[in-house]
């Protein structure tokens, strides 16, 4: 079919060509015009047997645009094919034709290249095949990286910008609040941008609203080591404990004020009639089920009229 050189003054700057040898009329030191042709048919053939690869080959091609969608399948596909090594390493150099051992561990390293190579122009437009034809893949990555570089560093000033931004508003819902965060973070990451697990944890923490301030005093005092999903959990879980004690504290007023407004209107209508007997029976007509007694801590009845507060006070008269 087709083969790489092998000599050194050849490989002096690591560029992976293909010769024809077929009888069309190359010379051969010309580069084959039907290459992309056997490209996108090797990679055809070798990615049928994988379903979800077909897929990538079929809908994933390199059009400009679509870059950072396209740069993250041909990883997957490369990972897959053990060839992820031919972009990420700068290519290898050639060596010398004494050594047995060594040509024959770059000739299996320019095998990987081609086959990479195949992979690389077949997931591309065909104008972007004709100029990057003569590269090997490494190269080829490269440039790409120039050309459409600038899209995933506007996506990344974005992502940033709006992960340092954030801030939980105050009838906002803390759980899709820091899901949303979580999500950008990871959007970083697949552009390259990192951030380490206690940076993106103090970033979610200054996002929150003063109502968690007890929530983060507690988190930085213990130290406590959790994912970002675990984190997730912890302040859905502290929401829901300060939702439920201001309902309580809201109920406990209300039956408060409700008692007061009862007893108001009763004080006015007493006082023309005069007689603290009167005012004693309509206190008494006074629903004390919900009363807490201050001494012994039941329900039904005030300390003045708790038997065994006015037990203890007799017998303190009778000790003295």
């Not at 990679?43 to 390199?62: A, N, T, V």
Request: charged share 30%; hydrophobic share 35%; proline share 3%.
């Amino acid at each position: 079919m087709a083969e790489a050189t092998g000599t050194a003054s050849h490989w002096s700057h690591t560029r992976m060509r293909v010769w024809c040898e077929s009888d069309t009329g190359h010379a051969g030191d010309v580069p084959c015009p039907c290459f992309l042709g056997l490209a996108h048919n090797f990679l055809r053939g070798f990615i049928m047997s994988s379903l979800s690869l077909h897929g990538i080959l079929e809908s994933g091609k390199l059009v400009g645009a679509n870059y950072d969608d396209w740069y993250r399948n041909l990883r997957i596909v490369l990972m897959h094919e053990k060839l992820i090594d031919t972009i990420d390493k700068p290519p290898m150099e050639a060596p010398d034709l004494s050594d047995a051992k060594a040509t024959k561990v770059f000739q299996k390293y320019l095998d990987e290249c081609l086959t990479a190579k195949c992979i690389i122009l077949a997931l591309m437009s065909s104008e972007l095949q004709r100029q990057h034809q003569d590269m090997d893949p490494y190269e080829i990555v490269e440039h790409l990286k120039k050309m459409y570089g600038g899209q995933s560093r506007m996506a990344r000033f974005q992502l940033s910008k709006a992960l340092f931004r954030s801030s939980l508003t105050t009838n906002e819902k803390v759980g899709p609040h820091v899901i949303k965060m979580i999500d950008l973070i990871e959007q970083l990451e697949k552009l390259g941008c990192t951030l380490r697990k206690k940076l993106s944890q103090d970033l979610i923490l200054q996002s929150l609203s003063d109502s968690f301030s007890q929530f983060i005093v507690n988190f930085n005092m213990n130290k406590m080591s959790c994912d970002l999903h675990e984190m997730l959990n912890l302040l859905i879980d502290y929401e829901n404990q300060i939702s439920s004690e201001k309902n309580k504290g809201t109920i406990m007023l209300v039956g408060k004020s409700s008692k007061k407004k009862d007893t108001v209107p009763k004080r006015k209508n007493l006082g023309p009639k005069g007689g603290m007997t009167k005012t004693k029976n309509k206190r008494n007509k006074i629903d004390q089920t919900d009363v807490e007694c201050f001494f012994c801590k039941e329900k039904g009845h005030w300390k003045r009229n708790c038997k065994k507060y006015l037990d203890s006070l007799k017998n303190k008269k009778q000790d003295n």
